[in-house]
């Protein structure tokens, strides 16, 4: 199958034949369809801390094409999402754990596009550690730097949907508002 492997420390990747990730007895296989891209993908490589060569990304949308003798949760044609550490996402498969260690994985809901269940894992989990760290929840305020990258566009949503208020920008938008409330 081809991957997208980083081969040396440092080192450009490239587009290689590997071989066919088989799952173990309670693994999924699942044929790849979209991967997200994340920062920490190409950190990987410049950092040394995995043994090389490995398969790049980690964020991945596709379809169980084969399932280990102990699978439960999960059966081939089943699409799923999720973060594939040890095997990687940038290549036609890859195989996950099917419990919910450190590779979460989970059923793609039926409106969700294959594209936007790629996209979520990371950045979609970062922000959901970080709003639970923070104690963010209802009457709870937050300023969320960077709303518009990844993990700051999910965690907006999420603070939201907990409870927390909207900065109003300070006195001087009340001050503002109020004028225009007695025009």
């Known amino acids: 199958m081809k991957a997208v492997v980083c081969e040396h420390l440092g080192r450009p990747v490239g587009v290689r034949d590997v ?13 790849v369809v979209a991967a997200g891209v994340n920062p920490i993908d190409w950190k990987l490589c410049e950092r040394g801390d995995r043994r090389m060569p490995f398969v790049l990304g980690q964020d991945f949308a596709g379809v169980v094409s084969d399932v280990g003798n102990r699978v439960t949760k999960y059966r081939v044609a089943d699409r799923v999402f999720g973060i594939a550490r040890d095997h990687g996402a940038y290549a036609q498969f890859t195989v996950i754990p099917e419990d919910d260690g450190p590779q979460p994985i989970a059923k793609v809901p039926a409106e969700v596009g294959d594209a936007d269940a790629a996209a979520l894992p990371t950045a979609g989990l970062t922000a959901l550690a970080a709003l639970d760290w923070l104690g963010v929840g209802r009457g709870t305020s937050v300023l969320i730097v960077g709303a518009t990258g990844g993990v700051g566009s999910y965690a907006v949503q999420m603070a939201r949907d907990r409870g927390a208020h909207r900065w109003n920008g300070g006195r001087h938008q009340r001050a503002v508002r109020s004028r225009a409330r007695r025009r």
């Open 19 to 31: 071989p066919l990730p088989e799952p173990g007895p309670k693994e999924i296989q699942v044929r």
